[in-house]
């Protein structure tokens, strides 16, 4: 059992520089996922996103636009990432990845 | 004479009451186009125009209360207005919706206004004609 | 029917053009088309090598990175106003066009706004 | 004083709704984007700037009359004076008029 940082109430870091992939691992469990390569894949696409980009996608739409741009159209789709993410994608992916919660302002 | 036709609008304030003269433009503006038959199918406050919809300004008894004018005229003419979720919440005008994510101490956005997302703005663009009050500063 | 958003203010010192560009990101998000305008003291959003880390704030260069991906159609700059503000072309972030904001181009838009 | 529907233009193609004066750059910025089928509409503080974007622009410009009268540019009698120069004066009906007379509006 690691220690995790500050979540907030819904789950997301408080501060997204603390994260690690263990934490991402916690992270998942606690929101009864277990991480394949295909997570994997698309919450380091989202921390290279944060780096690049100083930000979240602020809306699904977005994030999903941003996951077609960078992987392709088989990814960059709503169900794929809905079957990976369940719920909102956006913000599940989020969550994992240590990002702030999507502004979701759309 | 020049033939008008009937409109719809959508009213975008995106200047504070108080530091600015938008919310009084706006509402004459309302007032006069409502009177003239046409139609106004939302008003949308974005930026500093979340102010409008506080429910704690309280102005000097002899000053307009702009917040208290603005619902009066919305509920009167049924409608609706909303202000946008990311401005709202970075200027702290709250709905009990987000009063309870982010578990704070109070709501304070006046009826009729709804907080929502910058897609409302995106729709109104799709199907009525939007006019922008903005700050004179 | 291409919404132009227009960002006239300098960044940091005021929040009105983060406020653009959320309106830009949002019509993307929608798959309406737009592009967005850097006029007068705008164009000072375009500057390469900005680091605003010490004022706890976000670099408006890296979020503006993510246009392109989200969809936003072009980036434009008043080539006068990027004269003014010393912004040669190698000190322009990429895929920024040139342009004089002027009655012909203005008139390419089927909507001119900007965010207050 | 005010205009009767008669005055106002036929077809408008972008209606600008001005509200700063000119020493705010985006009026210069307003000003180099006018065209002929465009009218200018002054309202709030650009009311004070009404001869000078009157005698640059291309097309009709109007100011709305509360503005001017608040802000002490129109004479008891209901003339416009000096400040005003020969720019109409409308109400809110006349704005809302021109709006819906106008293609495409962009507020400054």
Same mark, same amino acid.
Request: hydrophobic content about 45%; some cysteine; aromatic content about 8%.
């Given at each position: ?44 696409? =989202? ?53 702030? *919660? ?5 | ?66 917040? *208290? ?48 997302? =910058? ?19 | ?82 004269? *003014? ?32 | ?46 009311? =004070? ?51 819906? =007379?106008?293609? *495409?509006?962009?507020?400054?």
């Amino acid at each position: 059992m690691i220690n995790t940082p500050t979540r907030n109430n819904e789950g997301f870091l408080e501060d997204a520089h603390s994260w690690t992939p263990q934490i991402a691992e916690q992270i998942a469990a606690d929101n009864g996922l277990e991480l394949s390569p295909a997570h994997w894949e698309i919450v380091q696409f =989202l921390r290279d996103f944060y780096q690049q980009h100083a930000m979240s996608p602020p809306s699904n739409r977005l994030f999903v636009k941003a996951v077609k741009e960078a992987l392709g159209e088989d990814k960059g789709n709503s169900i794929y990432l809905m079957q990976l993410f369940s719920g909102t994608p956006a913000k599940s992916a989020c969550r994992v990845a240590g990002l702030p *919660r999507p502004t979701n302002c759309l | 004479m020049a033939d008008i036709s009937l409109q719809t609008y959508t009213v975008v304030i995106t200047g504070a009451p108080y530091s600015s003269q938008a919310p009084q433009t706006a509402l004459d503006f309302a007032r006069a186009a409502v009177a003239a038959g046409h139609q106004i199918d939302r008003v949308f406050l974005y930026g500093d125009g979340v102010h409008i919809a506080s429910a704690l300004i309280c102005p000097p008894s002899d000053e307009p209360h702009w917040p *208290r004018l603005w619902s009066e005229f919305l509920a009167e003419h049924q409608i609706p207005a909303v202000a946008c979720v990311a401005s709202a919440l970075r200027r702290g005008l709250i709905d009990s919706g987000e009063q309870q994510r982010y578990e704070l101490s109070a709501h304070n956005i006046r009826a009729p206004f709804e907080i929502a997302g =910058l897609g409302e703005w995106v729709e109104a663009g799709t199907c009525s004609k939007i006019i922008y009050f903005h700050s004179g500063a | 029917m291409t919404t132009l958003i227009v960002i006239d203010q300098a960044p940091y010192g005021s929040w009105s053009g983060r406020e653009g560009l959320d309106m830009a990101f949002s019509l993307a998000a929608f798959d309406q088309s737009c592009a967005l305008l850097f006029n007068g003291a705008g164009v000072n959003w375009l500057r390469t090598g900005q680091q605003p880390d010490g004022l706890g704030q976000k670099s408006v260069a890296q979020n503006l990175g993510a246009a392109a991906i989200f969809g936003v159609e072009a980036l434009y700059a008043d080539a006068q106003a990027c004269q *003014r503000y010393g912004l040669a072309n190698d000190a322009i972030i990429a895929g920024v066009t040139l342009i004089a904001p002027d009655q012909t181009f203005m008139t390419g838009f089927e909507k001119v706004t900007f965010a207050g | 004083m005010n205009q009767s529907v008669a005055d106002l233009p036929a077809h408008i193609h972008t209606l600008h709704i001005l509200n700063k004066t000119v020493e705010h750059p985006r009026a210069a910025q307003c000003l180099a984007t006018l065209a002929t089928a465009d009218t200018v509409l002054l309202i709030e503080n650009a009311v =004070l700037s009404a001869p000078e974007v009157a005698a640059a622009a291309p097309c009709p410009v109007f100011m709305l009359a509360a503005d001017a009268r608040a802000r002490g540019l129109i004479a008891k009698s209901g003339a416009g004076t000096e400040a005003t120069g020969a720019t109409p004066q409308i109400g809110y009906e006349h704005m809302v008029q021109l709006s819906a =007379l106008a293609t *495409r509006i962009i507020s400054w």
